[in-house]
């Protein structure tokens, strides 16, 4: 992994949160979370994976039983207020990025797809401890991290609901351009995207630009209009697949259904596994 072009990248999330942090339905106090989970130990992975949602929730800074301010980020309040990171204070964000699911993490949203859908691919959140620590004595080889397409700006609502509630808002806070250029960094052999069609389509024209989406494996001829369902494609010789998203991952198609579809398409793919 190419540190300084990480720190680079930390720098233009830092500057994007900066400049939007005072619209109306950001979190505060917040900081920007870039990605979720062990980077190291994802670009250590024979089989780099990422999932993709749209932006981190107020769950994040919030304990939304009590209505206390709750950090899911270690160290979290030492960056907030910061208007740039010096390099020393960048590889202790970079640590407690990687220490988020040994932590306390958002079960919720992340659970699922550790546990049903990770293991076609031999593939984890890189827990060491925490609450899927004794799920599966899987021997994982491989670490998936999470990366958020539209922002990595947490907000109450999330963005799927900030149209209603703050439309300039959630006009300003995308950023697909800079997500691109992360994914592009990350250079992952499997893209689990979860968003409407819309966000999709935003991506795939940054990010394939002249290369063809193939069809891989799914309803292909009926996509996008079926909206239920998973579909699979290669691009750039990635792997990519996209399901809607409702709160978490591919949450609108069954839990039946969509471990029917990574039984079939990992029989299919030609991923080396081990």
């Known amino acids: 992994m190419d540190r300084n072009k990480l720190y680079e990248i930390i720098d233009e999330y830092w500057r994007d949160f900066n400049d939007k942090k005072y ?7 917040s900081i920007p979370i870039i990605w979720f989970g062990n980077i190291d130990k994802y670009f250590n992975s024979k089989i780099r994976t990422i999932t993709v949602g749209l932006n981190p929730s107020n769950n994040e800074f919030m304990d939304n039983n009590i209505k206390k301010l709750s950090f899911r980020i270690e160290n979290a309040n030492i960056f907030l207020n910061k ?3 010096n390099n020393k204070e960048k590889d202790m964000l970079i640590d407690s990025y990687n220490n988020y699911f040994n932590n306390n993490p958002y079960t919720k949203w992340f659970s699922w797809n550790d546990k049903k859908i990770m293991r076609f691919i031999n593939c984890k959140g890189g827990y060491d401890v925490g609450y899927n620590a004794n799920y599966d004595k899987l021997n994982h080889i491989n670490t998936a991290i999470h990366v958020d397409c539209c922002s990595a700006i947490a907000t109450d609502p999330t963005i799927s609901g900030l149209k209603r509630k703050y439309n300039k808002t959630y006009k300003i806070l995308p950023n697909m351009d800079l997500f691109v250029r992360f994914i592009n960094f990350l250079k992952p052999d499997v893209i689990l ?8 389509k935003q991506f795939m024209q940054k990010y394939c630009k002249n290369d063809r989406l193939k069809p891989f494996y799914g309803d292909s001829d009926n996509y996008p209009k079926k909206k239920g369902k ?21 949450s609108p198609i069954k839990d039946e259904d969509k471990i029917k579809f ?4 990992f029989k299919e793919d030609k991923l080396d596994k081990n």
């Open 230 to 250: 998973l579909n699979a494609f290669i691009v750039k010789d990635k792997l990519l697949i996209h399901g809607r998203n409702m709160g978490t991952l591919f």
């Open 83 to 85: 208007n740039y990171l």
């Open 23 to 29: 619209l109306k339905g950001i979190c505060h106090p």
């Open 193 to 200: 995207f979860s968003s409407n069609y819309n966000i999709f």
């Open 262 to 265: 990574f039984n079939n398409i």
